[in-house]
């Protein structure tokens, strides 16, 4: 276990860089002196998505503002494996899942899909944002997954025409996931809502040059499963799970 792994880290989005001294957001002082209980002198560990993990110090606190100082460089910054998960989206805990998950597993783009079966289109994205940032500060990653503005089938068909998409086929006839995965970066992986896509939609994947159906197995999967068992598979063939 490395030195400073135990200290409690924060996703902050300014600038870091040893020497200067940040005053943190309302949320996080409550957070750091109301929930955890910290106060002057105590360290914590600050990240964003492009100057690393850096340690830092406590340094000023009272009732309306906190204070720290930024030390020394823990890690330089390194992105994850790029992996976008295409997702219609679901009950309101069931997207959570999906986010919480996928952000443990690397994604670094979460694209909301309105499909023609999407049963609850609304997605509150502000949520969801805070919610792959509490993932990525307790899973040690350097960076946050992006979110995407949700897109009809079609339009999320044209914004992705220059990588692969993977689409998760429950309706058969499609390689398996993990020889169709060997040889395709960048990639997006596709997941259809409950009740999956419509023929309509099938045919027009299948048509896509840029679509490769896989098959995740005989059983048909819950599309929050489906999703996780594809980053899996990805993740173990083009992710970092091989840097240890």
Same mark, same amino acid.
């Given at each position: 276990?490395?030195?400073?792994?135990?200290?409690?880290?924060?996703?902050?989005?300014?600038?870091?860089?040893?020497?200067?001294?940040?005053?943190?957001?309302?949320?996080?002082?409550?957070?750091?002196?109301?929930?955890?209980?910290?106060?002057?002198?105590?360290?914590?560990?600050?990240?964003?998505?492009?100057?690393?993990?850096?340690?830092?110090?406590?340094?000023?606190?009272?009732?309306?503002?906190?204070?720290?100082?930024?030390?020394?460089?823990?890690?330089?910054?390194?992105?994850?494996?790029?992996?976008?998960?295409?997702?219609?989206?679901?009950?309101?805990?069931?997207?959570?899942?999906?986010?919480?998950?996928?952000?443990?597993?690397?994604?670094?783009?979460?694209?909301?899909?309105? $499909?023609? =079966?999407?049963?609850? #289109? !609304? %997605?509150? +994205?502000?949520?969801?944002?805070?919610?792959?940032?509490? *993932?990525? /500060?307790? $899973?040690? =990653?350097?960076?946050? #997954? !992006? %979110?995407? +503005?949700?897109?009809?089938?079609?339009?999320?068909?044209? *914004?992705? /025409?220059?990588?692969?998409?993977?689409?998760?086929?429950?309706?058969?006839?499609?390689?398996?996931?993990?020889?169709?995965?060997?040889?395709?970066?960048?990639?997006?992986?596709?997941?259809?809502?409950?009740?999956?896509?419509?023929?309509?939609?099938?045919?027009?994947?299948?048509?896509?040059?840029?679509?490769?159906?896989?098959?995740?197995?005989?059983?048909?999967?819950?599309?929050?499963?489906?999703?996780?068992?594809?980053?899996?598979?990805?993740?173990?063939?083009?992710?970092?799970?091989?840097?240890?």
């Amino acid at each position: 276990m490395r030195e400073n792994y135990t200290l409690i880290r924060l996703y902050l989005e300014a600038n870091l860089s040893g020497g200067t001294k940040l005053e943190l957001s309302k949320g996080h002082r409550h957070y750091l002196t109301n929930v955890l209980r910290k106060s002057a002198g105590d360290t914590l560990r600050v990240f964003n998505c492009k100057d690393g993990e850096w340690l830092s110090q406590i340094s000023d606190v009272t009732k309306k503002s906190v204070s720290i100082n930024i030390t020394n460089i823990l890690r330089e910054p390194k992105p994850c494996p790029d992996i976008t998960l295409c997702f219609a989206p679901l009950r309101k805990h069931r997207n959570a899942f999906i986010a919480e998950k996928a952000t443990e597993l690397g994604v670094t783009m979460l694209q909301p899909v309105i $499909t023609q =079966r999407t049963q609850f #289109p !609304k %997605l509150n +994205v502000d949520k969801m944002r805070v919610q792959v940032i509490e *993932a990525a /500060e307790q $899973t040690e =990653r350097l960076d946050i #997954p !992006k %979110l995407g +503005v949700p897109m009809t089938l079609d339009e999320m068909l044209r *914004a992705y /025409e220059g990588r692969t998409i993977f689409f998760a086929d429950e309706g058969g006839g499609a390689r398996a996931a993990m020889d169709a995965i060997q040889n395709a970066q960048p990639a997006a992986i596709l997941i259809g809502p409950e009740g999956g896509f419509t023929d309509a939609e099938r045919e027009t994947l299948r048509a896509s040059d840029n679509v490769v159906t896989i098959s995740l197995g005989p059983r048909i999967l819950r599309a929050d499963t489906a999703a996780l068992s594809a980053l899996t598979l990805w993740q173990s063939v083009h992710g970092d799970w091989h840097d240890g």
